[in-house]
């Protein structure tokens, strides 16, 4: 079990600054996040997409916004637990007891929700007889393509995860691609490629068809597709693959007996602490009158929320005021010389 | 002041006054309308403000936005009468629109 002064759910924007103000304040923190990668929204929703409302930054994107914040975290040791959700959190005689979907555990008297809207799922197919065939001839992600190899692979989807993937499959498997219009939005070169393997017979291009039900006895034997006019396709295949992209769930935040309001939790602004002693929540997630849903509001949160973790992390102690200009100790912790 | 129906998958209707100049996605969020989340509230983004526009209004209402395609393509069971609700501008215009909502976002 790993012990920490402080556990923050997030590495968003908001959870990444939250990280900083603690370590400042001398405090240890560590992060878990549901995404393969660091940044949240700013990296999967806006990458590209500038920003114009940072303090003191005229203009940037949500990639460039997130690589500050990664370096302004440098100096200190923060542990980031990646392509993991929070899924249980339990209060063990005054301290927090976390659990991911990996296993990991924490022991920490502070946890800080700096969720955003939820964590980021892959959108699934519609039919509900897809469940019984998840995680076996259904994917939504590829872990190994090996399993692939001489099979037939049905892709739906049309941006860039779905032609990679058909494409690079089509070497070894046989490949349909189905997709609900004409248009492609992945790039043009992959799609290129993608109508140049169709000539050569290789990918079985399907469009303005969507997936209508799976077929088989316990394991898939064929799936039926409709087209737009309704018309009704049956394909053989071994797999299939579902690339729609990321939704967002507040997911088993919701279990955790904090106070909701539709999908954000309710706060005080002081410490910005929920109903649950030592669980505060930062970021799009926290709600309390006159929230505004911008980043520089979460960077706000997460220095209180920080501040107010120090109480329970260091109880013998007390927390002092210092300004980073002067104060000797965060330079200390910073790397740098005091003069 | 247009009025705009919603109706809910179970087929719960519901009939409110929408501001001309918002959109029908924030006429949904103002007025509580279950079934509308707008997660990334309204920069087409997320699709989770799908609608399904009802065939007599679908060529009434303002065309999808560049890229709007793009992000319905990752909504819930979109058919041709798919829109973000985000991206519909509410006018004099489209005054008694009905809109029917997804099962789910």
């Known amino acids: 079990m790993i012990k920490t002064d402080a556990l923050i759910i997030g590495a968003g924007p908001t959870g990444l600054f939250t990280a900083h103000q603690l370590n400042i304040i001398g405090l240890k923190c560590e992060v878990v996040d549901n995404l393969d990668k660091i940044g949240g929204q700013c990296i999967e929703l806006y990458p590209d997409k500038p920003i114009y409302d940072i303090p003191a930054v005229p203009e940037c994107t949500g990639e460039e916004l997130t690589k500050n914040l990664i370096n302004q975290l440098k100096p200190f040791d923060v542990k980031f637990h990646l392509k993991e959700r929070v899924d249980e959190v339990k209060n063990e005689k005054g301290q927090w007891h976390v659990k991911t979907n990996n296993g990991t555990t924490f022991s920490t008297p502070n946890v800080i929700i700096a969720g955003g809207v939820g964590s980021f799922e892959p959108r699934k197919f519609t039919p509900k007889e897809c469940e019984q065939y998840e995680g076996k001839s259904i994917f939504y992600s590829i872990k190994d393509k090996n399993i692939f190899k001489d099979k037939t692979v049905s892709i739906f989807g049309g941006g860039d995860s779905a032609l990679d993937w058909a494409v690079e499959l089509s070497t070894n498997s046989k490949v349909n691609l189905i997709h609900r219009r004409e248009e492609f939005r992945g790039a043009q070169s992959t799609l290129d490629k993608v109508y140049e393997l169709e000539k050569e017979g290789r990918i079985n291009l399907f469009t303005k068809y969507q997936l209508k039900i799976p077929k088989g006895n316990g394991k898939l034997d064929s799936i039926d597709i409709q087209h737009e006019n309704k018309e009704v396709k049956n394909l053989k295949t071994d797999y299939v693959l579902g690339f729609f992209g990321l939704i967002m769930q507040l997911g088993p935040i919701a279990n955790w007996g904090l106070n909701l309001n539709k999908k954000t939790i309710d706060v005080d602004t002081e410490k910005f602490e929920t109903n649950q002693k030592g669980i505060y929540a930062v970021g799009d997630i926290c709600s309390y009158p006159g929230k505004l849903k911008l980043i520089l509001s979460g960077f706000h949160e997460g220095a209180l929320a920080a501040r107010a973790c120090f109480k329970l992390a260091r109880p013998n102690e007390k927390y002092r005021f210092e300004f980073t200009t002067s104060s000797s100790s965060i330079l200390k912790r910073l790397g740098k010389k005091s003069d | ?105």
Not at chain 2, 11 to 28: P, Q, R
Not at chain 2, 90 to 101: A, K, R, S
Request: aromatic share 6%; glycine share 8%.
């Open chain 2, 1 to 105: 002041m247009p009025k705009i129906t919603y109706i809910e998958n179970n087929g719960k209707s519901h009939t409110v006054e929408v501001d001309k100049g918002l959109t029908v996605m924030e006429g949904a969020v103002q007025n509580n309308i279950p079934g509308i989340d707008a997660d990334c509230g309204g920069s087409m983004a997320c699709a989770t403000c799908h609608v399904y526009v009802k065939e007599e209004w679908y060529n009434r209402i303002n065309g999808k936005s560049e890229g709007e395609d793009d992000m319905l393509d990752q909504a819930y069971d979109p058919n041709k009468f798919s829109r973000l609700s985000c991206q519909i501008s509410v006018t004099d215009e489209i005054d008694g629109l009905v809109v029917d909502l997804p099962k789910k976002q």
